[in-house]
């Protein structure tokens, strides 16, 4: 089942995906929920992020293809970061290329939004923790991160974080299809499968740092392939069983 948040006739609501419509939901799926009569189609809609998190965890290097094509040695622990939860923008809105840097990169990450207050959760228990998982792009400002050398600046940037547009439950999040294309150019195109450290063991590893709460979103890392964005590029990410993600980059 896959959920979406959107606006119709400037009305917030949530639905459930019926081919290519939506069954308008009363409630959300954080809470609850039951469905109405209404049926909206996708067209019809403008779509909101899929949750709204009181923080934003990335992790660094999690895919073999990736440490591979850098030459990187394969982490023994997650290295993880955050991003803004300013920073979230759904489907369909614009990428803001900013104009202190010369270099925005595009990562396409499967995301995990987290059900209900996680802390200290073995892997074994890290599913019933978990809302679901929807696509995300963790836009980073590549020269502004070398500059620093740290990456708060460069991941933090307002729209450096789309998500969306569906948060689909019940999936196995371990072997799904994951592919970027820019301009319907194809520069990325992977598996979960090739994750290093898999979303069991990076929720129950950030469980032990930090309490997670409801709408918390974990970025689960990129494969290879990561590369520039320019202004007027189109930006999508497509992961299987979820959808597809598409951005618009414009000029600050
Ligand atoms: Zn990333």
Redesign the pocket.
């Known amino acids: 089942m896959r959920f979406a948040h959107f606006i119709y006739q400037e009305t917030k609501h949530w639905g459930i995906l019926e081919g290519k419509l939506l069954k308008v939901l009363q409630g959300s799926p954080f809470g609850e929920w039951k469905e109405t009569e209404a049926m909206v189609s996708l067209s019809d809609v403008t779509f909101l992020p899929p949750c709204y998190p009181s923080k934003i965890v990335?992790?660094?290097l999690n895919y073999r293809d990736h440490a591979r094509e850098l030459g990187m040695m394969i982490p023994k622990v997650p290295v993880i970061f955050l991003k803004p939860p300013s920073a979230v923008i759904g489907h369909g809105q614009k990428i803001v290329y900013p104009s202190s840097s010369q270099q925005v990169d595009y990562?396409a990450?499967l995301v995990v939004v987290i059900k209900k207050t996680t802390r200290y959760v073995p892997v074994e228990n890290v599913s019933s923790y978990i809302m679901g998982l929807t696509c995300g792009n963790?836009v980073?400002a590549r020269d502004l991160q070398r500059e620093d050398g740290q990456w708060t600046r460069a991941k933090s940037f307002d729209t450096f974080c789309p998500l969306g547009p569906f948060l689909a439950v019940d999936l196995d999040p371990n072997c799904l299809k994951i592919k970027l294309t820019v301009n319907g150019e194809v520069r990325q195109n992977s598996s979960t499968s090739e994750m290093i450290f898999t979303v069991a063991e990076l929720v129950s590893f950030i469980s032990s740092v930090m309490t997670l709460y409801p709408g918390d979103v974990i970025?689960t890392?990129?494969p290879s392939g990561v590369g520039p964005l320019r202004v007027g590029d189109v930006v999508s990410v497509e992961i299987e069983g979820i959808g597809v993600l598409t951005n618009e980059v414009i000029a600050g």
């Open positions: 990335c992790v660094g990562e990450e963790d980073t970025m890392g990129t």
